[in-house]
Protein backbone atom coordinates (compact mmCIF):
# COMPACT_ATOMS: atom_id res chain seq x y z
CA UNK A 1 0.00 0.00 0.00
CA UNK A 2 1.13 3.38 -0.78
CA UNK A 3 0.94 5.98 1.91
CA UNK A 4 0.30 9.61 1.10
CA UNK A 5 3.16 11.74 3.53
CA UNK A 6 1.93 15.18 3.41
CA UNK A 7 4.87 16.53 4.67
CA UNK A 8 6.52 16.50 1.35
CA UNK A 9 5.63 19.89 0.72
CA UNK A 10 7.65 22.13 3.30
CA UNK A 11 10.87 23.97 2.87
CA UNK A 12 14.07 23.08 0.61
CA UNK A 13 15.83 23.93 4.31
CA UNK A 14 14.69 21.23 5.96
CA UNK A 15 15.95 18.59 3.64
CA UNK A 16 19.46 20.34 3.28
CA UNK A 17 20.49 19.18 6.84
CA UNK A 18 20.69 15.60 4.64
CA UNK A 19 22.51 17.07 1.81
CA UNK A 20 24.49 19.73 2.86
CA UNK A 21 21.83 22.59 1.08
CA UNK A 22 22.57 20.75 -2.43
CA UNK A 23 19.03 19.18 -3.56
CA UNK A 24 16.49 20.07 -5.33
CA UNK A 25 13.29 22.39 -3.97
CA UNK A 26 11.16 19.41 -1.93
CA UNK A 27 11.99 18.17 1.43
CA UNK A 28 10.32 16.85 4.52
CA UNK A 29 9.88 18.33 7.93
CA UNK A 30 11.65 15.53 9.73
CA UNK A 31 15.59 15.79 7.61
CA UNK A 32 17.02 13.28 10.16
CA UNK A 33 14.54 10.49 8.72
CA UNK A 34 12.98 11.39 5.53
CA UNK A 35 10.67 9.19 4.08
CA UNK A 36 9.48 8.21 0.39
CA UNK A 37 7.39 5.71 -0.99
CA UNK A 38 9.82 4.73 -3.52
CA UNK A 39 13.86 5.55 -3.01
CA UNK A 40 16.23 5.24 -5.78
CA UNK A 41 19.94 5.19 -5.36
CA UNK A 42 21.16 6.74 -8.50
CA UNK A 43 20.49 9.28 -10.58
CA UNK A 44 21.82 8.31 -13.77
CA UNK A 45 20.34 7.09 -16.97
CA UNK A 46 18.11 4.87 -15.73
CA UNK A 47 17.26 6.37 -12.42
CA UNK A 48 16.11 9.00 -13.58
CA UNK A 49 13.91 7.51 -16.25
CA UNK A 50 12.47 4.82 -13.31
CA UNK A 51 11.72 8.68 -10.83
CA UNK A 52 10.45 10.27 -13.85
CA UNK A 53 7.46 7.77 -14.59
CA UNK A 54 6.80 6.77 -11.09
CA UNK A 55 6.32 10.59 -10.19
CA UNK A 56 3.67 11.29 -13.05
CA UNK A 57 1.38 9.95 -10.25
CA UNK A 58 1.21 12.61 -7.61
CA UNK A 59 -0.05 10.71 -4.97
CA UNK A 60 3.91 8.66 -5.04
CA UNK A 61 6.78 10.23 -3.30
CA UNK A 62 10.10 9.36 -4.93
CA UNK A 63 13.48 10.82 -3.67
CA UNK A 64 16.64 10.15 -6.20
CA UNK A 65 20.30 9.41 -4.19
CA UNK A 66 22.87 10.83 -6.26
CA UNK A 67 26.73 10.96 -5.27
CA UNK A 68 26.93 13.66 -7.38
CA UNK A 69 25.65 17.16 -8.07
CA UNK A 70 23.73 19.22 -10.61
CA UNK A 71 25.47 19.72 -13.66
CA UNK A 72 22.91 21.06 -15.92
CA UNK A 73 24.79 24.22 -17.05
CA UNK A 74 28.63 22.23 -16.87
CA UNK A 75 30.50 23.53 -20.46
CA UNK A 76 32.16 19.76 -19.91
CA UNK A 77 28.59 18.04 -20.58
CA UNK A 78 26.64 20.74 -23.09
CA UNK A 79 29.60 20.67 -25.46
CA UNK A 80 28.81 18.52 -28.49
CA UNK A 81 32.06 19.77 -30.63
CA UNK A 82 33.90 17.15 -28.72
CA UNK A 83 33.55 13.97 -26.75
CA UNK A 84 35.14 12.58 -23.22
CA UNK A 85 35.96 16.07 -22.19
CA UNK A 86 34.11 15.28 -18.92
CA UNK A 87 36.53 12.07 -18.39
CA UNK A 88 39.19 12.17 -16.03
CA UNK A 89 37.18 15.32 -14.16
CA UNK A 90 35.17 15.59 -10.82
CA UNK A 91 32.02 14.45 -13.11
CA UNK A 92 33.49 11.02 -13.75
CA UNK A 93 34.27 8.16 -10.59
CA UNK A 94 37.17 7.47 -12.35
CA UNK A 95 37.08 3.58 -10.80
CA UNK A 96 40.60 1.52 -11.58
CA UNK A 97 40.53 -2.05 -12.29
CA UNK A 98 42.97 -4.78 -10.88
CA UNK A 99 45.81 -5.25 -12.90
CA UNK A 100 44.72 -7.54 -16.13
CA UNK A 101 47.04 -10.37 -16.22
CA UNK A 102 46.20 -11.16 -19.50
CA UNK A 103 46.57 -7.57 -21.08
CA UNK A 104 49.73 -6.74 -19.95
CA UNK A 105 48.69 -6.34 -16.48
CA UNK A 106 47.68 -2.72 -17.52
CA UNK A 107 45.23 -1.54 -14.55
CA UNK A 108 42.65 -0.50 -16.67
CA UNK A 109 40.69 3.90 -15.75
CA UNK A 110 37.12 2.65 -15.94
CA UNK A 111 34.74 5.97 -16.43
CA UNK A 112 31.12 5.86 -14.82
CA UNK A 113 29.25 9.50 -14.47
CA UNK A 114 29.47 10.74 -11.53
CA UNK A 115 26.30 14.06 -11.14
CA UNK A 116 22.29 13.82 -11.90
CA UNK A 117 22.44 12.39 -14.94
CA UNK A 118 24.75 9.64 -14.82
CA UNK A 119 27.00 8.53 -17.28
CA UNK A 120 24.70 10.04 -20.14
CA UNK A 121 27.18 13.13 -18.96
CA UNK A 122 30.15 11.81 -20.15
CA UNK A 123 29.78 9.65 -22.48
CA UNK A 124 30.40 9.78 -26.43
CA UNK A 125 26.06 10.78 -27.23
CA UNK A 126 25.93 7.64 -29.12
CA UNK A 127 22.41 6.54 -29.64
CA UNK A 128 22.15 3.23 -31.44
CA UNK A 129 19.98 0.15 -30.70
CA UNK A 130 21.27 -3.31 -30.66
CA UNK A 131 20.94 -5.98 -33.11
CA UNK A 132 17.06 -7.34 -33.24
CA UNK A 133 18.42 -10.97 -32.97
CA UNK A 134 20.37 -10.34 -29.86
CA UNK A 135 17.36 -9.50 -27.90
CA UNK A 136 15.20 -11.82 -29.65
CA UNK A 137 17.18 -14.39 -28.18
CA UNK A 138 16.17 -13.22 -24.25
CA UNK A 139 13.07 -14.93 -24.12
CA UNK A 140 15.22 -18.85 -24.53
CA UNK A 141 16.93 -17.04 -21.82
CA UNK A 142 14.05 -16.66 -19.50
CA UNK A 143 13.07 -13.48 -20.18
CA UNK A 144 10.05 -11.85 -20.86
CA UNK A 145 11.47 -9.32 -23.30
CA UNK A 146 12.25 -9.53 -27.03
CA UNK A 147 12.96 -7.04 -29.99
CA UNK A 148 8.97 -5.39 -30.51
CA UNK A 149 8.87 -5.12 -26.73
CA UNK A 150 12.18 -2.99 -26.17
CA UNK A 151 12.08 -1.51 -29.60
CA UNK A 152 8.17 -0.40 -28.46
CA UNK A 153 9.71 0.76 -25.12
CA UNK A 154 12.90 2.39 -26.53
CA UNK A 155 11.11 4.99 -28.81
CA UNK A 156 8.64 5.80 -26.23
CA UNK A 157 11.47 8.21 -24.55
CA UNK A 158 12.76 8.80 -27.96
CA UNK A 159 11.91 12.78 -29.63
CA UNK A 160 14.00 11.78 -32.69
CA UNK A 161 15.05 14.81 -35.02
CA UNK A 162 14.89 14.62 -38.58
CA UNK A 163 18.26 15.45 -40.64
CA UNK A 164 18.03 18.63 -42.70
CA UNK A 165 18.59 18.18 -46.30
CA UNK A 166 22.44 19.72 -46.11
CA UNK A 167 22.98 16.78 -43.88
CA UNK A 168 21.55 14.47 -46.07
CA UNK A 169 23.46 15.36 -48.70
CA UNK A 170 26.47 14.95 -46.90
CA UNK A 171 25.68 11.24 -46.73
CA UNK A 172 23.46 11.03 -43.22
CA UNK A 173 20.12 9.04 -43.67
CA UNK A 174 17.31 8.01 -41.71
CA UNK A 175 14.07 5.66 -41.76
CA UNK A 176 11.00 7.19 -40.27
CA UNK A 177 9.85 3.99 -38.64
CA UNK A 178 13.25 3.39 -36.69
CA UNK A 179 12.38 5.80 -33.98
CA UNK A 180 10.16 7.97 -31.99
CA UNK A 181 9.43 11.47 -32.18
CA UNK A 182 7.91 12.58 -29.03
CA UNK A 183 9.50 10.89 -25.94
CA UNK A 184 11.82 13.03 -23.79
CA UNK A 185 15.45 12.45 -25.24
CA UNK A 186 16.63 14.32 -27.95
CA UNK A 187 18.57 12.67 -30.80
CA UNK A 188 19.85 13.42 -34.33
CA UNK A 189 22.57 13.09 -37.00
CA UNK A 190 24.98 15.53 -35.41
CA UNK A 191 24.99 19.14 -37.18
CA UNK A 192 28.64 19.63 -37.11
CA UNK A 193 29.66 16.61 -38.74
CA UNK A 194 32.54 17.04 -41.10
CA UNK A 195 31.63 18.79 -44.36
CA UNK A 196 34.43 17.51 -46.28
CA UNK A 197 34.94 14.21 -48.48
CA UNK A 198 35.90 12.16 -45.52
CA UNK A 199 32.50 10.38 -45.57
CA UNK A 200 32.89 9.60 -49.38
CA UNK A 201 36.28 8.35 -49.45
CA UNK A 202 35.20 5.65 -45.88
CA UNK A 203 32.31 4.20 -47.48
CA UNK A 204 34.00 4.00 -50.98
CA UNK A 205 36.65 1.90 -48.72
CA UNK A 206 34.30 -0.04 -46.74
CA UNK A 207 32.45 -0.79 -49.87
CA UNK A 208 36.03 -2.44 -51.67
CA UNK A 209 35.85 -4.73 -48.54
CA UNK A 210 32.76 -5.70 -48.86
CA UNK A 211 30.96 -3.66 -46.62
CA UNK A 212 27.78 -1.91 -47.37
CA UNK A 213 26.74 1.17 -46.94
CA UNK A 214 23.73 1.67 -43.91
CA UNK A 215 21.59 4.77 -43.66
CA UNK A 216 19.82 3.68 -40.22
CA UNK A 217 21.09 1.91 -37.71
CA UNK A 218 18.06 1.77 -35.20
CA UNK A 219 15.72 -0.50 -36.68
CA UNK A 220 17.56 -3.60 -35.73
CA UNK A 221 19.99 -4.44 -38.32
CA UNK A 222 23.46 -2.89 -37.92
CA UNK A 223 25.92 -4.43 -40.69
CA UNK A 224 27.13 -1.36 -42.56
CA UNK A 225 29.09 1.67 -42.76
CA UNK A 226 27.46 5.63 -42.12
CA UNK A 227 26.75 8.30 -39.27
CA UNK A 228 25.23 7.15 -36.42
CA UNK A 229 22.63 9.54 -33.95
CA UNK A 230 23.41 11.25 -31.04
CA UNK A 231 21.95 12.48 -27.96
CA UNK A 232 21.74 16.51 -28.90
CA UNK A 233 19.45 19.01 -29.02
CA UNK A 234 19.86 20.04 -31.98
CA UNK A 235 18.16 23.18 -31.73
CA UNK A 236 19.89 24.75 -28.77
CA UNK A 237 23.40 23.06 -29.86
CA UNK A 238 24.22 20.89 -27.03
CA UNK A 239 23.87 17.41 -25.23
CA UNK A 240 20.93 16.08 -24.26
CA UNK A 241 21.86 13.78 -20.88
CA UNK A 242 19.00 12.31 -18.61
CA UNK A 243 18.52 14.58 -16.55
CA UNK A 244 17.96 17.58 -19.28
CA UNK A 245 15.44 15.19 -20.84
CA UNK A 246 13.63 13.56 -17.21
CA UNK A 247 14.33 15.24 -14.45
CA UNK A 248 14.52 19.24 -15.69
CA UNK A 249 11.66 19.73 -17.04
CA UNK A 250 9.20 18.08 -14.50
CA UNK A 251 11.74 19.11 -11.19
CA UNK A 252 8.96 21.29 -10.02
CA UNK A 253 6.88 18.22 -8.95
CA UNK A 254 5.83 18.31 -5.33
CA UNK A 255 6.38 14.49 -5.04
CA UNK A 256 9.63 14.18 -6.89
CA UNK A 257 13.16 14.95 -4.47
CA UNK A 258 16.87 14.75 -5.28
CA UNK A 259 19.43 14.33 -3.03
CA UNK A 260 22.54 15.58 -4.51
CA UNK A 261 26.33 15.14 -2.91
CA UNK A 262 24.61 12.45 -1.28
CA UNK A 263 26.43 8.11 -0.96
CA UNK A 264 24.36 5.55 -0.71
CA UNK A 265 26.34 2.91 1.13
CA UNK A 266 24.10 0.16 2.03
CA UNK A 267 20.25 -1.10 2.58
CA UNK A 268 19.05 -1.56 5.71
CA UNK A 269 16.47 -4.28 6.85
CA UNK A 270 13.26 -5.46 8.46
CA UNK A 271 14.17 -7.33 11.33
CA UNK A 272 10.83 -8.93 11.26
CA UNK A 273 11.20 -12.30 10.68
CA UNK A 274 8.07 -13.54 9.52
CA UNK A 275 8.60 -13.47 5.46
CA UNK A 276 11.36 -15.98 4.70
CA UNK A 277 12.34 -12.76 1.51
CA UNK A 278 14.31 -9.81 3.43
CA UNK A 279 12.19 -6.73 3.47
CA UNK A 280 14.03 -3.30 2.82
CA UNK A 281 13.07 -0.29 5.03
CA UNK A 282 15.91 2.27 4.55
CA UNK A 283 18.87 2.80 2.48
CA UNK A 284 21.97 4.51 4.49
CA UNK A 285 23.34 7.26 3.22
CA UNK A 286 26.57 9.52 3.89
CA UNK A 287 26.17 13.34 2.88
CA UNK A 288 29.26 15.43 1.92
CA UNK A 289 30.09 16.34 5.38
CA UNK A 290 30.63 12.42 5.81
CA UNK A 291 27.46 12.42 8.12
CA UNK A 292 25.61 8.91 8.35
CA UNK A 293 21.95 8.77 8.08
CA UNK A 294 19.44 7.22 7.02
CA UNK A 295 16.00 7.43 3.82
CA UNK A 296 13.78 5.42 4.77
CA UNK A 297 11.38 3.34 1.93
CA UNK A 298 7.73 2.90 2.47
CA UNK A 299 7.62 0.68 -0.25
CA UNK A 300 10.71 -0.24 -1.99
CA UNK A 301 13.95 0.60 -3.15
CA UNK A 302 15.29 0.98 -6.59
CA UNK A 303 19.46 0.12 -7.16
CA UNK A 304 20.26 2.28 -10.34
CA UNK A 305 23.77 2.86 -9.69
CA UNK A 306 25.05 1.24 -12.49
CA UNK A 307 26.93 -2.09 -13.19
CA UNK A 308 29.60 -1.00 -10.67
CA UNK A 309 28.26 0.23 -7.43
CA UNK A 310 24.93 -1.67 -7.58
CA UNK A 311 26.69 -5.09 -6.76
CA UNK A 312 28.87 -3.48 -4.19
CA UNK A 313 25.88 -1.61 -2.89
CA UNK A 314 24.13 -5.21 -2.61
CA UNK A 315 27.28 -7.16 -0.72
CA UNK A 316 27.60 -4.17 1.92
CA UNK A 317 23.82 -4.71 2.52
CA UNK A 318 24.03 -8.66 3.20
CA UNK A 319 23.39 -9.50 -0.38
CA UNK A 320 25.87 -12.01 -2.60
CA UNK A 321 28.47 -14.38 -1.66
CA UNK A 322 28.96 -15.65 1.90
CA UNK A 323 32.51 -16.04 1.00
CA UNK A 324 32.89 -12.53 -0.22
CA UNK A 325 30.84 -11.05 2.71
CA UNK A 326 32.41 -12.82 5.64
CA UNK A 327 35.78 -11.56 4.48
CA UNK A 328 34.30 -8.24 5.37
CA UNK A 329 32.81 -9.41 8.33
CA UNK A 330 29.21 -8.96 6.74
CA UNK A 331 26.01 -10.42 8.30
CA UNK A 332 24.69 -12.90 5.29
CA UNK A 333 21.05 -11.79 4.41
CA UNK A 334 20.53 -13.22 1.30
CA UNK A 335 22.95 -15.86 -0.06
CA UNK A 336 23.07 -14.61 -3.54
CA UNK A 337 27.01 -15.80 -5.00
CA UNK A 338 25.76 -14.60 -8.53
CA UNK A 339 26.09 -11.10 -7.33
CA UNK A 340 29.25 -8.95 -9.40
CA UNK A 341 29.81 -11.69 -11.17
CA UNK A 342 28.56 -11.69 -14.78
CA UNK A 343 30.71 -8.51 -15.72
CA UNK A 344 31.69 -7.79 -19.26
CA UNK A 345 32.99 -5.12 -21.05
CA UNK A 346 34.51 -4.19 -24.53
CA UNK A 347 37.98 -3.78 -25.35
CA UNK A 348 39.12 -0.57 -27.22
CA UNK A 349 41.90 -0.48 -29.75
CA UNK A 350 43.37 2.34 -31.90
CA UNK A 351 44.85 2.69 -34.78
CA UNK A 352 46.22 6.39 -36.56
CA UNK A 353 47.70 8.07 -39.57
CA UNK A 354 48.64 11.47 -40.55
CA UNK A 355 46.28 12.93 -42.96
CA UNK A 356 47.24 14.96 -45.76
CA UNK A 357 44.74 17.72 -45.37
CA UNK A 358 43.16 18.75 -42.22
CA UNK A 359 39.77 17.43 -41.55
CA UNK A 360 36.98 18.97 -39.30
CA UNK A 361 34.06 17.51 -37.90
CA UNK A 362 32.11 15.58 -35.36
CA UNK A 363 33.31 11.56 -35.35
CA UNK A 364 29.78 10.45 -36.29
CA UNK A 365 31.03 7.59 -38.71
CA UNK A 366 30.55 3.68 -37.74
CA UNK A 367 30.66 0.61 -38.93
CA UNK A 368 29.30 -2.42 -38.05
CA UNK A 369 31.21 -6.02 -39.32
CA UNK A 370 29.83 -9.51 -39.26
CA UNK A 371 31.94 -12.33 -38.27
CA UNK A 372 32.36 -13.11 -42.43
CA UNK A 373 33.51 -9.71 -42.66
CA UNK A 374 35.91 -10.08 -39.63
CA UNK A 375 37.25 -13.74 -40.64
CA UNK A 376 36.48 -14.20 -44.60
CA UNK A 377 37.28 -17.59 -45.69
CA UNK A 378 38.10 -18.54 -41.81
CA UNK A 379 34.93 -17.87 -40.10
CA UNK A 380 33.61 -21.49 -40.26
CA UNK A 381 36.85 -23.22 -39.22
CA UNK A 382 37.05 -20.37 -36.20
CA UNK A 383 33.36 -21.40 -35.18
CA UNK A 384 34.17 -24.65 -35.07
CA UNK A 385 37.36 -24.26 -33.17
CA UNK A 386 35.67 -22.35 -30.72
CA UNK A 387 32.99 -24.28 -30.61
CA UNK A 388 35.32 -27.01 -29.22
CA UNK A 389 37.01 -24.75 -26.88
CA UNK A 390 33.70 -23.98 -25.00
CA UNK A 391 33.82 -26.54 -22.40
CA UNK A 392 36.88 -25.32 -21.54
CA UNK A 393 36.13 -21.74 -21.68
CA UNK A 394 33.10 -22.50 -19.46
CA UNK A 395 35.08 -24.59 -17.15
CA UNK A 396 37.38 -21.40 -16.37
CA UNK A 397 34.49 -19.01 -16.14
CA UNK A 398 32.77 -21.78 -13.71
CA UNK A 399 35.77 -21.95 -11.43
CA UNK A 400 36.45 -18.45 -11.08
CA UNK A 401 32.70 -17.37 -10.23
CA UNK A 402 32.31 -18.46 -6.74
CA UNK A 403 29.36 -21.01 -7.45
CA UNK A 404 27.54 -18.20 -9.47
CA UNK A 405 26.72 -21.11 -11.89
CA UNK A 406 27.99 -24.24 -13.03
CA UNK A 407 30.25 -25.20 -15.73
CA UNK A 408 27.36 -26.79 -18.00
CA UNK A 409 25.33 -23.36 -17.72
CA UNK A 410 28.25 -21.14 -18.58
CA UNK A 411 28.44 -22.97 -21.94
CA UNK A 412 25.42 -23.13 -22.64
CA UNK A 413 25.26 -19.01 -22.35
CA UNK A 414 28.43 -19.13 -24.17
CA UNK A 415 26.90 -21.33 -27.24
CA UNK A 416 24.43 -18.79 -27.40
CA UNK A 417 26.78 -15.85 -28.11
CA UNK A 418 28.40 -17.65 -30.43
CA UNK A 419 26.33 -18.87 -32.76
CA UNK A 420 24.58 -15.47 -32.45
CA UNK A 421 27.71 -14.30 -34.27
CA UNK A 422 27.37 -17.09 -36.84
CA UNK A 423 23.93 -17.14 -37.41
CA UNK A 424 22.05 -14.17 -36.72
CA UNK A 425 22.40 -10.58 -38.07
CA UNK A 426 24.43 -9.57 -34.89
CA UNK A 427 27.65 -8.02 -35.32
CA UNK A 428 31.29 -9.28 -33.86
CA UNK A 429 32.80 -5.94 -33.84
CA UNK A 430 32.73 -2.05 -34.21
CA UNK A 431 34.80 0.65 -35.86
CA UNK A 432 34.54 4.18 -35.82
CA UNK A 433 36.92 6.17 -37.90
CA UNK A 434 37.56 9.83 -38.13
CA UNK A 435 39.53 12.49 -37.44
CA UNK A 436 40.66 12.15 -34.04
CA UNK A 437 42.91 15.26 -32.71
CA UNK A 438 45.44 15.88 -35.43
CA UNK A 439 45.33 12.24 -36.21
CA UNK A 440 43.19 10.15 -38.64
CA UNK A 441 42.18 7.33 -36.90
CA UNK A 442 40.02 4.39 -35.80
CA UNK A 443 39.04 3.17 -32.53
CA UNK A 444 37.43 -0.24 -32.63
CA UNK A 445 36.73 -3.53 -30.66
CA UNK A 446 34.92 -7.06 -30.79
CA UNK A 447 31.49 -6.32 -29.84
CA UNK A 448 30.95 -9.91 -28.08
CA UNK A 449 33.74 -11.01 -25.49
CA UNK A 450 33.43 -13.82 -24.52
CA UNK A 451 35.80 -13.74 -21.33
CA UNK A 452 33.68 -12.47 -17.84
CA UNK A 453 35.30 -10.54 -15.32
CA UNK A 454 33.89 -9.11 -11.68
CA UNK A 455 32.94 -6.50 -9.50
CA UNK A 456 33.49 -6.82 -5.91
CA UNK A 457 34.17 -5.30 -2.74
CA UNK A 458 37.54 -5.50 -0.82
CA UNK A 459 37.24 -3.14 1.87
CA UNK A 460 35.01 -2.69 4.92
CA UNK A 461 35.29 1.14 4.04
CA UNK A 462 31.39 1.62 2.81
CA UNK A 463 32.31 4.20 0.35
CA UNK A 464 35.44 2.94 -0.91
CA UNK A 465 35.65 1.76 -4.58
CA UNK A 466 34.37 -1.70 -5.18
CA UNK A 467 37.30 -4.22 -7.19
CA UNK A 468 37.06 -4.49 -10.96
CA UNK A 469 38.21 -7.30 -12.96
CA UNK A 470 37.15 -7.24 -16.65
CA UNK A 471 39.18 -10.15 -17.39
CA UNK A 472 39.91 -8.44 -20.77
CA UNK A 473 41.73 -11.29 -23.22
CA UNK A 474 41.36 -14.36 -20.78
CA UNK A 475 39.31 -16.52 -23.64
CA UNK A 476 41.94 -16.61 -26.64
CA UNK A 477 38.64 -16.47 -28.90
CA UNK A 478 38.62 -12.51 -27.27
CA UNK A 479 41.96 -12.53 -28.69
CA UNK A 480 41.55 -14.21 -31.98
CA UNK A 481 38.67 -11.41 -32.87
CA UNK A 482 40.51 -8.40 -31.99
CA UNK A 483 43.57 -9.41 -33.81
CA UNK A 484 40.72 -10.07 -37.12
CA UNK A 485 39.55 -6.66 -36.09
CA UNK A 486 42.72 -5.11 -36.16
CA UNK A 487 43.82 -6.86 -39.47
CA UNK A 488 40.74 -5.54 -41.44
CA UNK A 489 41.33 -1.94 -40.04
CA UNK A 490 44.85 -2.31 -41.13
CA UNK A 491 43.35 -3.01 -44.70
CA UNK A 492 40.89 0.63 -44.01
CA UNK A 493 44.06 2.31 -43.82
CA UNK A 494 45.60 0.69 -46.95
CA UNK A 495 43.02 0.04 -49.23
CA UNK A 496 42.18 3.41 -51.47
CA UNK A 497 40.87 5.94 -51.61
CA UNK A 498 41.14 5.75 -47.86
CA UNK A 499 44.96 5.24 -48.17
CA UNK A 500 45.59 7.93 -50.41
CA UNK A 501 44.20 10.88 -47.97
CA UNK A 502 46.75 9.71 -45.31
CA UNK A 503 50.64 9.35 -45.02
CA UNK A 504 51.18 5.63 -44.85
CA UNK A 505 54.88 6.28 -43.97
CA UNK A 506 53.07 7.56 -40.48
CA UNK A 507 50.62 4.45 -39.96
CA UNK A 508 50.44 3.56 -36.69
CA UNK A 509 51.16 0.71 -35.74
CA UNK A 510 53.88 1.08 -38.71
CA UNK A 511 55.05 -2.48 -41.03
CA UNK A 512 58.35 -1.91 -38.41
CA UNK A 513 56.00 -3.05 -35.61
CA UNK A 514 53.48 -5.08 -37.45
CA UNK A 515 54.70 -6.33 -40.49
CA UNK A 516 52.14 -6.07 -43.81
CA UNK A 517 52.46 -9.98 -43.78
CA UNK A 518 52.41 -10.48 -39.89
CA UNK A 519 51.31 -13.74 -39.01
CA UNK A 520 48.45 -13.75 -36.26
CA UNK A 521 50.99 -14.77 -33.53
CA UNK A 522 52.84 -11.11 -34.42
CA UNK A 523 49.39 -9.51 -33.95
CA UNK A 524 48.51 -11.40 -31.45
CA UNK A 525 52.27 -10.23 -29.42
CA UNK A 526 51.18 -6.43 -30.30
CA UNK A 527 47.67 -6.50 -29.48
CA UNK A 528 49.06 -7.82 -25.86
CA UNK A 529 51.73 -5.19 -25.21
CA UNK A 530 49.64 -2.29 -26.48
CA UNK A 531 47.37 0.20 -24.14
CA UNK A 532 43.73 -1.06 -24.61
CA UNK A 533 40.73 0.71 -22.43
CA UNK A 534 37.27 -0.18 -21.43
CA UNK A 535 34.84 0.60 -23.97
CA UNK A 536 32.38 2.20 -20.82
CA UNK A 537 29.37 -0.51 -21.73
CA UNK A 538 30.01 -2.50 -18.87
CA UNK A 539 27.46 -4.96 -17.49
CA UNK A 540 26.37 -8.09 -16.47
CA UNK A 541 26.73 -8.45 -12.51
CA UNK A 542 23.33 -8.12 -11.48
CA UNK A 543 22.05 -10.16 -14.61
CA UNK A 544 18.24 -10.32 -15.26
CA UNK A 545 18.63 -14.81 -15.52
CA UNK A 546 16.76 -17.26 -14.00
CA UNK A 547 18.61 -17.97 -10.22
CA UNK A 548 19.70 -21.43 -11.45
CA UNK A 549 22.02 -19.48 -14.30
CA UNK A 550 23.73 -17.34 -12.53
CA UNK A 551 20.63 -14.57 -12.25
CA UNK A 552 20.50 -11.68 -9.62
CA UNK A 553 17.07 -10.21 -10.53
CA UNK A 554 13.80 -11.98 -11.67
CA UNK A 555 11.94 -10.65 -15.11
CA UNK A 556 9.92 -8.07 -12.40
CA UNK A 557 13.76 -6.76 -11.84
CA UNK A 558 13.54 -7.74 -8.26
CA UNK A 559 16.57 -9.29 -6.53
CA UNK A 560 16.26 -13.06 -5.56
CA UNK A 561 15.67 -13.52 -1.98
CA UNK A 562 14.39 -10.29 -1.02
CA UNK A 563 10.42 -8.88 -1.15
CA UNK A 564 11.13 -5.31 -2.52
CA UNK A 565 14.66 -4.38 -3.82
CA UNK A 566 14.68 -4.25 -7.41
CA UNK A 567 18.21 -3.65 -9.75
CA UNK A 568 17.14 -1.34 -12.97
CA UNK A 569 20.44 -0.63 -14.64
CA UNK A 570 22.42 -1.72 -16.73
CA UNK A 571 23.74 -4.62 -14.61
CA UNK A 572 20.59 -6.41 -15.73
CA UNK A 573 21.64 -6.92 -19.14
CA UNK A 574 23.16 -10.99 -19.09
CA UNK A 575 25.09 -10.53 -22.60
CA UNK A 576 27.10 -7.60 -23.64
CA UNK A 577 24.78 -6.35 -26.78
CA UNK A 578 25.71 -4.56 -29.86
CA UNK A 579 25.15 -0.86 -30.56
CA UNK A 580 25.27 1.46 -27.77
CA UNK A 581 24.58 0.74 -24.27
CA UNK A 582 22.59 4.21 -23.34
CA UNK A 583 20.01 3.42 -26.39
CA UNK A 584 18.68 -0.41 -24.61
CA UNK A 585 19.38 1.15 -21.52
CA UNK A 586 16.42 4.09 -22.20
CA UNK A 587 14.31 1.48 -23.08
CA UNK A 588 14.67 -1.29 -20.20
CA UNK A 589 14.34 1.31 -17.76
CA UNK A 590 10.72 2.39 -19.71
CA UNK A 591 10.04 -1.06 -19.25
CA UNK A 592 10.93 -1.21 -15.67
CA UNK A 593 8.75 1.97 -15.12
CA UNK A 594 5.91 0.25 -16.70
CA UNK A 595 6.08 -3.07 -14.56
CA UNK A 596 6.45 -1.04 -11.44
CA UNK A 597 4.03 1.27 -12.29
CA UNK A 598 1.90 -1.46 -12.65
CA UNK A 599 2.44 -2.92 -9.35
CA UNK A 600 1.09 0.29 -7.64
CA UNK A 601 -1.97 -0.58 -4.69
CA UNK A 602 -3.33 3.39 -4.37
CA UNK A 603 -5.94 3.95 -1.57
Request: aromatic share 8%.
Amino acid sequence: MIRYNCRWLVQTVLLSSLTSGLTSDKGQDDASDPSFDYVIVGGGTAGLVVASRLSENPRVSVAVIEAGNFEKDNPLVTTTEQVGVGRGTSIDWQYHSVPQIYANNQTLLWSAGKGLGGSSLINGMTYTRPASSQINIWPSLGLEINWDLLFKYSTRGEHFQVPSQALIDLGAGYEPLAHGYSGPVKDCISPNISTSNLHDALNATFRALGVPARHEFNHGDLRGFGYQSATIDRHLGIRDDAARAYYYPFADRSNLAVMVNTTATRILWSKNGATKEAVATAIEVVNQRGEVLTVHANNEIILSAGAIRSPAILERSGVGNPTVLSRQSIDIRVDLPAVGENFQDQSILYMSATPKQNYTGFPAFVAYLSLQDVLGSKTQSVYHSTLAKLPGYAAVIAAQNGGASSAAVQEHLLRTQLDLLLKSNTPASEIAPGMLGDAFGAVYWPLQPLSRGSIHINTTNATAQPMIDGKFFQLDFDVQLAVATSKFVRRLFTTPPVSEIIDLDSLSPGFDVVPENATDEQWTAWLRSSPTAPNLHHLGTTAMLPRSMGGVVDNEFKVYGTKNVRVVDLGVLPFQVAGHSMAVLYGIAEWASEKIKATLKLT
